[in-house]
């Protein structure tokens, strides 16, 4: 049976100070385009973090969203990881999904909260 996202073995421990050195933030989408030059499908997308600022994401999440139905919408990224070069764009901030068969799932809080809020 072939595997399926959830099915993937677990990835080795590690311990909570790995963990805790992420920054890990909600953010609102601004602005979100789609990305041609990106070698795998992927959107530009423009995130405010509150006080952190906006920050850049190229996010392979063409299959389930459309650039029109990220705008406003809450999401959860990686803030403190080096600035990626994507094609001609710089990625600043990796946005977190759940994969599955359809493609990912975006992660986002169930309730209102400000831009630039802590995950913990």
Avoid: C
Wanted: charged content about 20%; overall charge neutral; aromatic content about 6%.
């Amino acid at each position: 049976m072939p595997e399926t996202p959830a099915s993937q073995p677990p990835r080795p421990q590690v311990g909570v100070d790995v963990f805790q050195a992420l920054d890990l933030r909600v953010g609102r989408v601004q602005r979100a385009e789609t990305f041609p030059q990106a070698r795998k499908p992927a959107y530009r997308l423009w995130i405010d973090f509150g006080p952190l600022g906006v920050r850049r994401s190229s996010a392979q999440i063409t299959s389930l969203y459309h650039p029109e139905e990220l705008v406003g919408r809450l999401v959860v990224a990686v803030v403190n990881f080096p600035p990626r070069q994507v094609g001609p764009f710089v990625s600043e901030v990796l946005v977190l999904g759940a994969e599955t068969r359809q493609g990912i799932v975006l992660l986002q809080p169930d309730a209102p909260v400000e831009p630039g809020s802590p995950i913990s």
